[in-house]
Antibody, heavy 121, light 107 residues
Framework: EVQLVESGGALVQPGGSLRLSCAAS????????MSWVRQAPGKGLEWVAN????????YYVDSVKGRFTISRDNAKNSLDLQMNSLRAEETAVFYC??????????????WGQGTLVTVSS | DIQMTQSPSTLSASVGDRVTITCRAS??????LAWYQQKPRKAPKLLIY???NLASGVPSRFTGSGSGTEFTLTISSLQPDDFATYYC?????????FGQGTKLEIK
């Protein structure tokens, strides 16, 4: 069964840091683009970042550039998101999502269950 | 950056109705558009990819159309399980953008 399982969500103070992880199984992880998508309470979906199969290309939404870093470990079938200088308005459920097979990111055909990040003092 | 605008934001309909949701891109994205369905407290589910292609296991009552800047998702005969929020997403560029969502409610 193809599966993505996020972890690492927690309560963190404004200005703090947090690292999220996503464990992948049931498919050849190293063959696919991977992304993080977030959803604030009661709001819509926002794409956050993606990373190419070999980690050579990474892209971010403007609002997180310089503060968030996406990374992957193909040997461990894992995807991470390091988040620094967190803001209260970034409270959200964070999903990891499986993307495209080739040179381009493609649609997200598999999603994790999400992990909640709460930024509050 | 490419902006995606969905309409309507909310749609009230009855079981058996035919409904259409529209998504417009701020610039041409070819056919690089997906549609997702999301139910409360659940992860989104891919319905349509590359504008017109049905994802695996998705019922044939869901149809996607369009190219360039205007796209539609049509549900031919609403079933009780279809009441949810729907999002479009462009992936023409290496960054992705979602529409703001359309909540499909029971009339």
């Amino acid at each position: 069964e193809v599966q993505l399982v996020e972890s690492g969500g927690a309560l963190v103070q404004p200005g703090g840091s947090l690292r999220l992880s996503c464990a992948a199984s049931g498919f050849t992880f190293s063959d696919y683009w991977m992304s993080w998508v977030r959803q604030a309470p009661g709001k819509g979906l926002e794409w956050v970042a993606n990373i190419k199969q070999d980690g050579s290309e990474k892209y971010y939404v403007d609002s997180v550039k310089g503060r968030f870093t996406i990374s992957r470990d193909n040997a461990k079938n894992s995807l991470d998101l390091q988040m620094n200088s967190l803001r209260a308005e970034e409270t959200a459920v964070f999903y990891c999502a499986k993307g495209g097979y080739g040179d381009y990111p493609d649609a997200f055909d598999v999603w994790g269950q999400g992990t909640l990040v709460t930024v509050s003092s | 950056d490419i902006q995606m605008t969905q309409s309507p934001s909310t749609l009230s309909a009855s079981v058996g109705d035919r409904v259409t949701i529209t998504c417009r891109a701020s610039q041409s994205i070819g056919s690089w558009l997906a549609w997702y369905q999301q139910k409360p407290r659940k992860a989104p589910k891919l319905l349509i990819y590359k504008a017109t292609n049905l994802a695996s296991g998705v019922p044939s009552r869901f149809t996607g159309s369009g190219s360039g800047t205007e796209f539609t998702l049509t549900i031919s005969s609403l079933q009780p399980d279809d009441f949810a929020t729907y999002y479009c997403q462009q992936y023409n560029s290496y960054s992705h953008t979602f529409g703001q969502g359309t909540k499909l409610e029971i009339k």
